[in-house]
């Protein structure tokens, strides 16, 4: 996503100068200008869409529903509402417009939550529903005018300024750069790097901290809310609200924009709404074939250009030039991570309490039982590991301390405080980092993205703050790359910082995770058979790593099958057979207790 | 109100075999197919042209609306699910909504943008009908149920009793298996796509002469088709069925009672309320909806 960025970075001042030439160049031509200005108002709403679609992989059908929500609230409080009398007639077309916009976020936050509980095709036909609700509402509601619509919407008054014509233009165009500007800021910011972190991994971006159902939601209000504002101008510009323009034609229209433009990132959505702009006025010929040809394109580019049209112009490299990696060079000497670890640890666990504490957990799939009755309370400071052979409830347990699963019986303690049935990215904000089996890194974004992403929890940008490019994001951002920058270089991994996750060799994709928990200086991290797949050479530089986290304070689980790498490292070890824990000490003891044996040789 | 209810499982029957052709394609390629509607309207229009250009009988045009819909399924995999699985899950959504555009208006080109008559299957003019218990039945509407009800029997024996239909669904169920005792998983696709796409068009066939061929009805008909699979369970045919019955008699009887406008936005509305409250269905145990 790095490079969509860069593209917006790039491209955004030549749309711009092409925007402020052509409003100059073409001011006489009245068609023109129409249509340009039906271009910025599709391009605001199909901005929103490119975001949610693009950034964060939610789909929406339903982008004319809060398109005509911003549009009739705009000329319901234009035409029906009697202002007090010292209002200006400014004010009220600003207040009307802000009121069209919120209430468009207000029900994007309503389909946010509808949408958490679907994925894919579910959520394209809710988000269709929600659309066709909306205009079948509007269709029968008198004080919207039933099928007729809104009629004599004022044009907005500046003092003795009228916006129509050229005027219109200009604020359309206007409102396309308020648009791109913020959403620009945002996909800069904390929330951007979460959202792309969320993108390519729920699970892992959970893991790290970051509440994917929150910023999901976040996104559907943002969406709805560009949307909703792109509204407001239609009504204003054509002093009509009607429902055919808020029908479901106009959102596939707008997914056909985002399509072709190509999703994520604003330079897409503008270039595919002008595209479609400019056809409506030399498309009168074709004009029956105009959507079949809408649709055959649409076909045509997902299946073979899937980053869109844009996406020709730009293409990815495979070592990224980040903005924030050249900042990265320049900056000052990085902390070094282990002292903030150790302090950040007593501090969070409030000294004296223990990081992790289970008392009595079960956990039960069916008939199965998995984890059977397991307590046990971790020393700070110390690595523990926990064996036991295949299917023993290892990753089960695990996975209901890091919150993926909750215990059906039980009691989880985090750093003092009753984390029972919290969700993961609640515990991860606590302070606790976890490492997956299989590596689960964001495969599209380089080694410095993915560590980046890391720090997530330890940010204090908001999503107002990203937005507004706020100084807040900014030192926010600058301090999330040193933290990145110095964990990069605990492990070891600078020369790699460029290199696309996906493309890492396995030995390297499992340090980079390593160095995605550890970016935030968590107090416990859990680490899940970090061993496995990995070579002799490979295996002593983990041990290294391992034993450094220890000594720097870190509290750490470790589950394990290499009884090498257990017996010399661990200061505890414990067992699990069949869920339940049949030894619990020092390394030594544990390896010749019978009963261990029998459990991974069997008895004679 | 006995009345509606006859008018609703006519048009529910239209529902019902949308929703079994949802439920293969899903089942099959783990896609929800919107342009299922759009096919079924085709469907009527092949019919209709059989029956207005060739001057065949309408049960002509019934199987040539069927056989074309089983020929365009085929293709429809081949050249655009196919292609697009491999951009990815997103992307197989955005085609399908494109397919939308390009049957809505393709169409309108070619058969133009109003509605088409179909002849009554029963040949007579302004069709047969009979009083029963006070209630007009006419001959179409039982054309409509038996119809439906012989292309359930049709299917469920394919899948259910024969070889090849089994086969289909193990690939469905699971692919990399299927394919390691033999099983050619891409064919099978290809096959579930093509009936369910034959289905639609058979769909629209035989609700053609109520409810007119052609126009703009396709994205309806697929919603509300879609509605009753979820209401029913897009995992069950049965409760595909059912679903979709259900969702045409509750549109009928909110017709009849408020007027046309109120029953559309009331069904949208048990789709997200369902989704929200029971997204497996009343006969369902689907759990893939969540993450």
């Not at chain 1, 030995?507 to 797949?533: C, I, K, M, T, Y």
Request: with cysteine.
């Amino acid at each position: 996503m790095a490079d969509r960025m860069r593209a917006d970075a790039r491209i955004l001042p030549i749309f711009a100068a092409i925007v402020v030439i052509f409003g100059i160049v073409a001011r006489g031509n009245a068609n023109l200008m129409q249509a340009a200005t039906f271009a910025a108002i599709d391009a605001v709403a199909a901005i929103g869409l490119s975001v949610l679609l693009g950034n964060v992989a939610q789909i929406s059908l339903g982008q004319a529903g809060f398109f005509g929500i911003g549009a009739y609230t705009f000329g319901y409080l234009e035409t029906a509402v009697t202002w007090p009398a010292g209002v200006a007639l400014w004010l009220q077309f600003v207040l009307s417009t802000l009121a069209g916009t919120a209430l468009a976020a207000v029900f994007g936050v309503l389909l946010g939550f509808i949408a958490l509980r679907f994925r894919g095709h579910y959520l394209a036909m809710a988000t269709l529903a929600f659309g066709l609700i909306v205009v079948d509402i509007a269709k029968v509601t008198p004080a919207l005018g039933g099928a007729a619509g809104i009629t004599n919407v004022p044009f907005p008054q500046f003092g003795s300024l009228t916006i129509s014509g050229i005027a219109a233009y200009w604020y359309a165009w206007a409102m396309v750069a308020v648009a791109a500007t913020l959403s620009f800021n945002l996909l800069r910011g904390r929330a951007g790097r979460a959202f792309e972190a969320l993108r390519n991994d729920e699970l892992a971006a959970e893991a790290i901290g970051v509440p994917t159902r929150r910023l999901k939601i976040a996104a559907f209000a943002y969406a709805g809310a560009l949307a909703g504002f792109a509204g407001t101008f239609y009504g204003a510009f054509l002093g009509v609200v009607d429902p055919t323009a808020v029908n479901v034609g106009f959102s596939i229209d707008l997914l056909l924009m985002v399509v072709v433009g190509g999703a994520g990132g604003v330079a897409g959505a503008i270039l595919g709404a002008t595209i479609v702009g400019i056809t409506n006025v030399y498309g009168h010929e074709l004009e029956n074939w105009r959507p079949v040809i809408y649709g055959v394109l649409v076909i045509v580019i997902a299946i073979a250009f899937p980053r869109g049209l844009i996406g020709l112009f730009v293409r990815p490299r495979r070592r990224d030039e980040l903005t924030l990696a050249a900042a990265a060079s320049s900056a000052t000497a990085p902390p070094e991570p282990a002292q903030p670890v150790a302090a950040s640890a007593r501090e969070a666990s409030g000294g004296d309490r223990s990081w992790l504490r289970i008392d009595a957990v079960d956990k039960r799939f069916g008939g199965l039982v998995a984890v059977d009755g397991v307590s046990f309370t971790l020393q700070n400071g110390t690595l523990t590991s926990l064996i036991g052979p295949n299917g023993a409830g290892k990753t089960t347990l695990f996975n209901t301390i890091c919150g993926v699963s909750r215990p059906t019986h039980g009691r989880i303690e985090i750093a003092g405080r009753d984390v029972t049935g919290w969700q993961p990215h609640r515990i991860a904000a606590l302070g606790v980092g976890r490492s997956f089996q299989n590596a689960r890194l964001f495969g599209d974004m380089t080694v410095l993205e993915n560590v980046l992403a890391g720090v997530y929890r330890t940010e204090n940008a908001t999503f107002a703050s990203d937005l507004l490019a706020l100084p807040r994001s900014r030192r926010s951002g600058r301090a999330a790359l040193e933290r990145a920058s110095a964990a990069l270089e605990a492990l070891d991994l600078e020369r790699i910082a460029r290199v696309r996750a996906r493309d890492l060799a396995f030995g390297d994709r499992r340090r980079v995770e390593l160095a995605r928990a550890l970016a935030a200086s968590p107090g416990l991290l859990l680490v899940d058979e970090p061993a496995a797949g990995l070579n002799a050479s490979e295996r002593a530089r983990l041990r290294d790593d391992l034993q450094r986290l220890r000594a720097g304070g870190t509290t750490l689980l470790l589950v394990e099958h290499d009884m090498h790498l257990v017996m010399a490292i661990s200061d505890r070890v414990m067992v699990l057979e069949f869920g339940k824990l049949i030894a619990d000490g020092p390394a030594a003891t544990v390896r010749d207790d019978p009963r261990v044996v029998a459990a991974y040789l069997g008895t004679a | 109100m006995l009345q509606l209810v006859v008018a609703g499982l006519t048009v529910g029957s239209g529902y019902a075999l949308v929703a079994l052709g949802i439920h293969i394609i899903l089942r099959a390629t783990r896609v929800v197919n919107f342009a299922q509607g759009e096919f079924v309207v085709l469907g009527g229009l092949f019919a209709y042209s059989v029956v207005a250009q060739l001057h065949a009988s309408v049960w002509i045009g019934l199987v040539v609306a069927t056989v074309a819909g089983f020929g365009l399924g085929l293709a429809y995999e081949r050249f655009v699910l196919r292609a697009a699985a491999r951009a990815g899950e997103l992307s197989v959504t955005i085609v399908t909504v494109g397919t939308v555009y390009v049957l809505l208006y393709g169409h309108a080109l070619v058969w133009g943008s109003l509605p088409e008559p179909l002849p009554y299957f029963s040949g007579v003019e302004g069709d047969a009908s009979w009083h029963v218990f006070g209630v007009q039945i006419a001959a179409q509407q039982l054309w409509v149920l038996g119809l439906l009800a012989l292309a359930l029997a049709v299917l469920g024996f394919f899948f259910e009793r024969t070889t090849y239909g089994k086969a289909i669904r193990a690939a469905a169920n699971n692919p990399a298996g299927a394919q390691l005792v033999g099983i050619d998983v891409d064919r099978a696709r290809s096959i579930s796509v093509a009936i369910a796409i034959a289905l639609a068009a058979f769909g629209g066939a035989i609700i053609g002469p109520i409810t007119l061929v052609g126009g703009a009805a396709g994205i309806g008909i697929a919603i509300k088709g879609f509605v009753g699979g979820i209401v029913g369970g897009l995992d069950s045919p049965v409760g595909c069925t059912l679903g979709g019955l259900l969702v045409g008699v509750v549109e009928k009887l909110l017709e009849g009672r408020f007027g046309y406008g109120v029953s559309d936005p009331v069904v949208y509305g048990l789709l997200i309320a369902m989704l929200l409250v029971r997204p497996q269905g009343l006969l369902g145990t689907l759990r893939a909806t969540r993450d």
